[in-house]
């Protein structure tokens, strides 16, 4: 009992003292935009005895937790760089939770401050949201800093309802918006349409745009009068960072990095130093008949070398004359070497019951790439007065790739699993894209009810692909040694593949915007009455030209004992170009086209108590056309001219209805179109030139535009700055899409053409779905997840062969085959957990990426289209910040998912050779392409 009493007295002295501690909690807020002050530091020190201070930073939440305080009177200081430092005393517990609300300490330039302060924010990109009366999602400056991605492309694939086509590196290329192909999609800078440098379409490539410059990137689902109409899946604004609100910023940061495949198996590098810009026909006229000497062979010559990524970026703003003026600079620079591997079939089907697939050829590669991203802008902004302002943006965007191919081909002889025929490929493709973008704007308060802004811009995209060159073998493959043996330098197979090519095109973009609104107060419920127009004028040109070899001198000579690289190949000197004065005209592919839109539209905005509509129609009126000439061609096909025009009408309606505080429901409707592209019209018959696919493409010029309507509803709750809960669901109906398809015959009786596909229109599709997207955030933890579930269905014709002798009628039958649209995914989803330590500074993301099976590529045989199996791409980021320093690793692609195409049909002859292939009784695997895990390590400084 002695000794139990002393510790029953010490416990029910600690039980009393801990009884009297307590903990200060509470929350600090920016008072003019509600946003969470995250790292702000909060103080607290006794008044009075015992002497205590601590100190305690603001979570992702704007919270912040003082543990272990006895029971007293405090002084709290709140402070943040930038803001007045704010004071007041408290007494414990009594004053619990505690809401702070600081101020920015510059108030010189009032409304440019305020609304800059909240640039690029989480915050800032809930508020948009909200304020929005159309469905939209928008991805912070903030967000994307601290995630993995390093271009625009991938960040698109982490809002919710957008999934994205892959370039042949593996790499994020395009947006599909719920499930509408890259061709439904509109990209703006700024608010502004850009050109595509695409050679083929008008949609623009996201990759070549680094991530670091935007300052948000804004997804629009439903549109509203004053946007432009072109935008039947979404519109993706890339808003660039602009200059400081006050004071001075720099910032900087570099990386380096590797892919691990190519530790695994080297990069394989080529000289590009003597490829010449221009063909033979270019540099020394049309009358000149090009010979062997004319083409550099050095490319051929591989050299297996160790690589790494290596990528910088710097930016300097800073508010000059009185904080009036304000300066923008950015540099980004991007060197990555990107390795891939994957094989893939060329699939038709057999003429007997089901009609089971026939593998006709194999093709397996390896592909490595060196990409070179260079991007520089500035953003110059003038505030003349409190009334008007101007400012200005330049913009230069470059993505160079030079890739290496080495791959053989196996033409059928799947009966045999070894001594058959191969037909090594070399090829070396060499491609520079260039946006150049330079817009002025005016914004300009007329008076106190009436408000005006103006754009002129002028953009330039230009891609240039310089001597393409293939060189084909054939060889003999060994089982054994899972290898080629016996290379010779060619064969009656190989000749006309052996070739070089040129084609380059240009769009010029000459813009002219001009916006005004009216503040009304004379008309019951009516808020606003905006209205403006547009004018664009769009001319492309194009040029092709390729040429073929013959067949070489010493075809039967062998690799490795006669010859070793493609300059020991011989040619005849002054014939061993097929075509020495060079093709082109006869594809068709030397074009010039143009396409004008002028627009002109009227908006209105009611405030009907808690219920806001939005109303306009927008009119476009589009000429297009295109001239092809043919003078100087070698067959004389006649010169080619056509134009056309047409007129369209856009409603757009959008009812917001404020449900209770910070919920909103929302509900729109809008009239879209889907132009063709320049190419899509040329009547130009395009070779496939040894590429991924295995027909040849041909211009329609009967195609027509797409138009849609489109229905979303939407609920919309924040319950603070920071966290969301969207729920919504969308309708889409598609008049005359616009998909890939071949050419179809009436006669049952003929075969149908199903060696080169071509855009069609197809009736009408739907599209409909639902979207799910939730953001919450605690003190050092937060959660991002959306989900999309998209079904669309379109009707086609297909191909049924039946099992009858040739050339019997009905042999061949054609029949309506029901399917989503290319691109869709049924299922897409991504998720993000977070991390971020603010006293110690350390920030951790995860992220995975879901995108469900769905319609890669469209066959011309009923029940053969290649599906993508689902693919789930796992990256991560890790920082620790040292003052203003922080060092980070970021890592992609973590699970190595590889990217297969598979069609669910089985494989005829299922016991024949076939690689690759895991059930070839249920299904055939079509293509498998796999990328690797890259990792990155690297420092930012900020000031």
């Known amino acids: 009992m002695q000794q139990i009493l002393p510790l ?162 593996g790499d994020p290329q395009y947006a599909v918006v719920r499930g509408m192909n890259k061709r439904y999609n509109n990209t703006l800078m700024n608010g502004i349409k850009i050109p595509s440098p695409d050679n083929d ?89 090009a010979v062997p000497g004319d083409f550099p062979t050095t490319q051929f010559d591989p050299a297996k070398k160790l690589v790494a990524d290596i990528l910088a970026s710097a930016s300097y703003g800073e508010r000059f004359w009185g904080d009036k003026f304000g300066v923008l600079l950015g540099a980004s620079y991007q060197a990555s070497y990107r390795p891939n591997e994957n094989y893939f079939y060329d699939p038709t089907i057999l003429a007997s019951e089901g009609n089971p697939l026939r593998m006709n050829q194999l093709i397996e590669r390896r592909t490595s790439t060196e990409q070179q991203r260079m991007a520089f802008h500035a953003n110059l902004d003038y505030v003349m007065d409190a009334r008007n302002n101007i400012s200005m943006y330049a913009g230069r965007y470059h993505l160079n790739e030079f890739r290496n191919r080495e791959q053989h081909l196996q033409e059928g002889q799947f009966t045999t699993p070894t001594g058959f025929a191969v037909y090594p490929m070399t090829r070396i493709t060499n491609t520079y894209q260039t946006i150049s973008v330079a817009n002025l704007n005016g914004k300009h308060q007329l008076s106190d009810a009436w408000k005006l802004d103006w754009k002129g811009v002028y953009s330039v995209a230009m891609n240039e692909l310089p001597d393409d060159a293939i060189f084909m073998r054939t060889a003999i493959w060994d089982a054994e040694s899972n290898s080629i043996v016996e290379e010779r330098a060619g064969s009656s197979r190989t000749g006309a593949h052996n070739s070089r090519w040129w084609e380059r095109n240009r769009d010029n973009d000459l813009a002219f915007y001009l916006n005004s609104a009216y503040q009304v107060d004379n008309i019951p419920f009516l808020d606003n009455i ?102 100087s061609s070698l067959i004389g096909t006649p010169d080619i001219d056509d134009r056309q025009r047409y007129m ?56 027509r535009p797409t138009i849609a309507h489109n229905f979303d509803v939407r609920y919309e709750l924040f319950p603070n700055a920071l966290d969301q809960i969207l729920a919504g669901v969308f309708y889409k109906r598609l008049i005359d899409p616009i998909e890939y398809g071949f050419p179809m015959v009436q006669q049952a009786d003929e075969r149908p053409s199903i060696g080169r596909i071509l855009p069609q229109n197809f009736g009408t599709a739907t599209n409909f ?150 059930d070839p009784t249920r299904r055939g695997n079509i293509r498998r392409d796999l990328y690797g895990e890259s990792f990155r390590i690297g420092v930012r400084y900020k000031l």
Do not use: C
């Not at 405090?74 to 702070?100: C, R």
């Open 530 to 631: 905006q209205f403006g127009g547009m004018y664009r004028s769009k001319e492309r040109n194009n040029n092709m030209i390729y040429y073929n070899y013959t067949m070489p001198l010493n075809a039967a000579a062998i690799r490795g004992v006669d010859w070793m690289y493609f300059s020991d190949v011989q040619f005849d000197r002054d014939f061993g170009i097929a075509n020495g004065y060079g093709d082109g005209n006869e594809s068709n592919l030397i074009y010039d086209a143009d396409e004008t839109v002028i627009a002109y539209y009227t908006n209105t905005q009611w405030n009907l108590s808690r219920l806001q509509v939005q109303a306009g129609l927008r009119a476009e009126h589009t000429e297009q056309g295109y001239y092809v000439d043919n003078s």
């Open 648 to 703: 369209n009408l856009f409603p757009s309606v959008s009812l917001k209805y404020a449900l209770y505080e910070n919920a909103w429901l929302k509900s729109t409707y809008y009239k879209g179109i889907s132009r063709p592209g320049f190419y899509e019209i040329v009547p130009t018959n395009r070779r496939d030139g040894g590429g991924d696919s295995f027909y040849n493409e041909r211009g329609n010029p009967d195609l």
């Open 201 to 289: 379409n008008r949609f623009v490539p996201l990759d070549i745009f680094p991530a670091v410059f935007l300052e948000r990137l804004t997804v629009s689902k439903s549109l509203s009068a004053d946007m432009e109409a072109d935008a039947i899946g979404g519109t993706i604004d890339m808003i660039m960072k602009a200059a400081p609100s006050a004071g001075r910023i720099f910032e900087f940061d570099v990386q380096t990095g590797a892919n691990v495949m190519n530790f695994d198996d080297e990069f394989i590098a080529y000289d590009r130093s003597d490829v010449y810009k221009r063909a033979p026909a270019e540099r020394y006229g049309p009358n000149y008949e």
């Open 8 to 169: 029953l007295t010490f416990l029910f002295i600690t039980s009393v003292s801990l009884a009297q501690e307590h903990t200060f909690f509470g929350r600090v807020l920016d008072k003019h935009t509600d946003e969470f002050m995250t790292g702000a530091t909060v103080s607290l020190r006794s008044i009075g005895e015992p002497s205590l201070e601590k100190h305690v930073a603001v979570g992702l939440d704007g919270t912040f937790r003082v543990a272990g305080l006895p029971i007293g009177r405090y002084a709290v200081t709140v402070s943040l760089m930038g803001y007045n430092t704010f004071t007041e005393s408290v007494i414990l517990p009594q004053d619990l939770p505690k809401l702070f609300i600081i101020e920015r300490n510059n108030h010189a330039i009032e409304s440019v401050s305020i609304s800059a302060r909240a640039r690029g924010t989480d915050a800032d990109a809930r508020r948009l949201e909200r304020l929005s009366p159309n469905v939209i999602n928008i991805i912070s400056a903030k967000q994307i800093e601290l995630s993995p991605d390093i271009t625009v492309a991938n960040v698109v694939q982490r809002v919710s309802g957008l999934s994205i086509e892959r370039n042949a590196n």
């Open 769 to 918: 779905g639902m979207e799910l997207d939730y953001t919450k955030y605690f003190r050092k933890f937060g959660i991002r997840a959306n989900y999309t579930y998209t079904n669309s269905s379109i009707t086609t014709n297909k191909i049924i062969e039946h099992d009858l002798p040739v050339n019997t009628a009905g042999k061949y039958e054609l029949v309506d085959e029901e399917r989503p649209l290319q691109g869709q995914s049924a299922h897409v989803g991504n998720i993000a957990l977070l991390y971020k330590n603010i006293s110690r500074q350390w920030d951790a993301q995860l992220v995975l990426n879901y995108t469900g099976k769905r319609l890669a590529v469209v066959s011309p045989y009923e029940g053969t289209d290649q599906y993508m199996t689902p693919m789930a791409v796992l990256d991560f980021s890790l920082e620790k910040g040292f003052g203003k320093t922080v060092v980070f690793l970021k890592a992609n692609n973590l699970l190595n998912t590889p990217y297969q195409l598979i069609i669910d049909k089985p494989i005829g002859f299922a016991d024949d050779h076939y690689r690759h292939q895991d």
